[in-house]
């Protein structure tokens, strides 16, 4: 099982497309059944995971294929969010980087578009 995690710390929707479509593309590629895929969004890029963000469907349908959408709770608290703010697929870690740094000690492969 090949296992990749996504980085989105970027205020861009563009970027928070290109993390979609990298999951997307990989999902396609090598089949639901041999990866297993996690978007961790921190910092600027937790606005992606947000209900009200213009990825919203993106997202839910991103979840609905499998795919893991994270969001770090250290930025939550900063940014004054909680989880009745963001998207309903979203799964949350308490650090975004400690995510990030946890998953690569895994042997993950890592991306950030």
Known sequence: MQKLVIQVSDAEPAKWNLAL????????????????IEIVAYGPGLGMLKK???TSGRVDEASLAGIAVVACENTMRNQKLTK???NAAASYASSGVVQLMTRQSQGWSYVRP
């Open 84 to 86: 009745a703010d963001m």
């Open 21 to 36: 479509n990298n999951a997307r593309n990989v999902l396609e590629e090598l089949g639901a059944k041999n990866v297993e």
């Open 52 to 54: 009200d963000a213009i």
